[in-house]
């Protein structure tokens, strides 16, 4: 998929990173400049993951290893949840630990049960570089980890294991997206 732009959005739609890209594989580096391209990037950020139908997405998924996520996911009581996080960091994670379904943009029509707290706390900065603390609870809370997870160059199918982990993996290799060679 090539950069295009959204109607309606001054946000740039960026080409996914898919399983197997190196980037992410890789630890994302800390935002030193809140200038206006980390806006653009939030952008673009946003318009991407609107036009795949996601409800986060991490920077290293289109390509850019900084550490910036987006999201706009519901909770378990359908409360939405909207906003940016730059520099995140997974202060708290606990709670009871649910094996959920799980998918991921960069591994688009796969999903495994995939073992979650159901409540996380993240720390961080918007865009302005204002401190920012976001907790989540239930497939929120599973989104706040998911995202943080990308930022640390791991992708849901690390967390899992055994057979789980073995048809997952299976599965992506056989996808028509999955690279070759």
């Given at each position: 998929?090539?950069?295009?732009?959204?109607?309606?959005?001054?946000?740039?739609?960026?080409?996914?990173?898919?399983?197997?890209?190196?980037?992410?594989?890789?630890?994302?580096?800390?935002?030193?400049?809140?200038?206006?391209?980390?806006?653009?990037?939030?952008?673009?950020?946003?318009?991407?993951?609107?036009?795949?139908?996601?409800?986060?997405?991490?920077?290293?998924?289109?390509?850019?290893?900084?550490?910036?996520?987006?999201?706009?996911?519901?909770?378990?009581?359908?409360?939405?949840?909207?906003?940016?996080?730059?520099?995140?960091?997974?202060?708290?994670?606990?709670?009871?630990?649910?094996?959920?379904?799980?998918?991921?943009?960069?591994?688009?029509?796969?999903?495994?049960?995939?073992?979650?707290?159901?409540?996380?706390?993240?720390?961080?900065?918007?865009?302005?570089?204002?401190?920012?603390?976001?907790?989540?609870?239930?497939?929120?809370?599973?989104?706040?980890?998911?995202?943080?997870?990308?930022?640390?160059?791991?992708?849901?199918?690390?967390?899992?294991?055994?057979?789980?982990?073995?048809?997952?993996?299976?599965?992506?290799?056989?996808?028509?997206w999955a690279r070759t060679g």
């Amino acid at each position: 998929m090539r950069n295009r732009p959204i109607p309606g959005s001054s946000g740039l739609i960026r080409a996914m990173s898919l399983l197997g890209d190196p980037v992410l594989h890789g630890i994302c580096e800390p935002v030193t400049d809140f200038g206006p391209s980390l806006a653009r990037l939030v952008e673009d950020m946003y318009a991407t993951m609107y036009a795949a139908e996601g409800v986060g997405l991490a920077a290293n998924q289109i390509g850019v290893p900084l550490r910036v996520f987006v999201y706009d996911c519901p909770d378990d009581e359908d409360v939405r949840h909207l906003g940016h996080l730059v520099n995140p960091r997974l202060v708290e994670a606990d709670g009871i630990t649910v094996r959920g379904p799980e998918g991921c943009l960069s591994l688009p029509g796969l999903e495994a049960g995939t073992p979650r707290f159901d409540r996380a706390v993240v720390e961080g900065l918007t865009v302005d570089g204002e401190p920012v603390r976001v907790t989540g609870t239930g497939f929120f809370a599973r989104c706040l980890q998911h995202e943080c997870d990308h930022l640390e160059g791991a992708v849901y199918t690390d967390r899992l294991t055994g057979l789980r982990r073995r048809r997952a993996l299976r599965a992506a290799r056989r996808a028509p997206w999955a690279r070759t060679g």
